[in-house]
């Protein structure tokens, strides 16, 4: 739909927005996510600090405003592309809908402030709970679950050629090759990086744990894959085993199991490179000195935004 917004006093005339979301809108109806691209209608106009796209969160799934935003926030800690966050008072007309979670929406504004170049594939992945999972031999039947994410040029077909050859190298990829096979296709301390998060964040609704919430770049110069979450609203809740992130308590990926995930575990090469993005974790972001502090400014800083009128 059509609309005007305006932000920090900023007028963006005829913008794109729509509502997005499945389980954070069950949790609060009331209150819509509000997606808005700046330039579906003018594909010149841009939003603050040049970006496209702003997602407008209820936070229906995270009433504390803070796990969504840690998550990112440890992402970035150990060099993992991940979007920034803010908050928001949203009013649409004159009907005031109440507080929100600014995120930042994965585009090229993102790609280029995180890999120096905006132009590669861009994918983003369904909600089947399949994620990289495939059943077939060639690896074809994994284009279901993922869509284009990038704008096409007139004419120009769908490839999904690099998610083909990402979910064959991490499926059928001998135990010797693995580690190189895999590495070609994706950039590895992202990869696993992105799965240490998930497990030691107790996700239970991103990549390991439902084959969802996330976005793929394709950097342009090194043809590697990136994971970027998104939804990141189900974390720091519950716990599960290390080795096993899927199934209860997710509850709506029962049947999930991540194959490569599994791997990563049994695998001596690639289970030394997932233990030193835990081991990251363990001695940067999670570790009291660094995540105390960033809580406590960022609920002064709530704090101060709800005393608003």
């Known amino acids: 739909q059509p609309a005007d917004v305006r932000i920090d006093g900023k007028l963006y005339a005829k913008v794109g927005i729509k509502n997005f979301g499945n389980g954070s809108q069950y949790a609060r109806p009331e209150k819509p996510n509000v997606r808005i691209k700046f330039n579906f209608f003018d594909e010149t106009q841009k939003g603050p600090e040049n970006m496209r796209n702003l997602r407008l969160k209820a936070s229906g799934a995270d009433r504390s405003f803070l796990r969504e935003p840690l998550f990112y926030e440890m992402a970035r800690a150990i060099g993992v592309a991940a979007p920034r966050t803010s908050f928001a008072r949203l009013r649409i007309n004159t009907q005031v809908y109440g507080f929100y979670q600014v995120i930042e929406q994965p585009?090229?504004?993102?790609?280029?402030?995180?890999?120096?170049?905006?132009?590669?594939?861009n994918f983003d992945s369904g909600?089947?709970?399949?994620?990289?999972n495939c059943e077939l031999d060639d690896c074809d039947d994994v284009v279901e679950d993922f869509e284009i994410a990038h704008?096409?040029?007139e004419g120009q077909?769908?490839?999904f050629s690099a998610v083909i050859a990402a979910a064959s190298a991490m499926a059928h990829s001998s135990d010797d090759d693995v580690v190189q096979a895999v590495g070609e296709v994706f950039d590895l301390d992202n990869l696993l990086g992105n799965y240490a998060l998930e497990a030691m964040a107790s996700d239970i609704d991103g990549v390991a744990a439902a084959g969802g919430n996330f976005e793929i770049y394709q950097d342009e110069e090194t043809?590697?894959?990136h994971i970027i979450r998104h939804g990141a609203d189900e974390t720091f809740k519950v716990m599960y085993s290390l080795d096993k992130p899927w199934g209860p308590p997710n509850t709506?990926?029962?049947?999930?199991?991540?194959?490569?995930?599994?791997r990563a575990n049994?695998?001596?090469?690639?289970?030394?490179?997932?233990d030193a993005r835990?081991?990251?974790?363990?001695?940067?972001?999670?570790?009291?000195?660094?995540?105390?502090?960033?809580?406590?400014?960022?609920?002064?800083?709530?704090?101060?935004?709800?005393?608003i009128p």
């Open 107 to 121: 585009d090229k504004r993102l790609f280029q402030h995180n890999f120096s170049n905006n132009q590669g594939l």
């Open 127 to 132: 909600s089947t709970c399949s994620g990289f």
């Open 151 to 153: 704008d096409l040029a």
């Open 157 to 159: 077909a769908p490839d």
């Open 223 to 225: 043809k590697r894959m």
């Open 252 to 262: 709506w990926c029962q049947e999930r199991h991540d194959d490569f995930y599994a």
């Open 266 to 274: 049994s695998h001596a090469g690639l289970r030394t490179l997932l």
């Open 278 to 307: 835990m081991r990251a974790l363990q001695c940067g972001p999670f570790a009291k000195a660094w995540y105390l502090p960033w809580l406590e400014t960022r609920r002064q800083k709530l704090v101060e935004e709800l005393s």
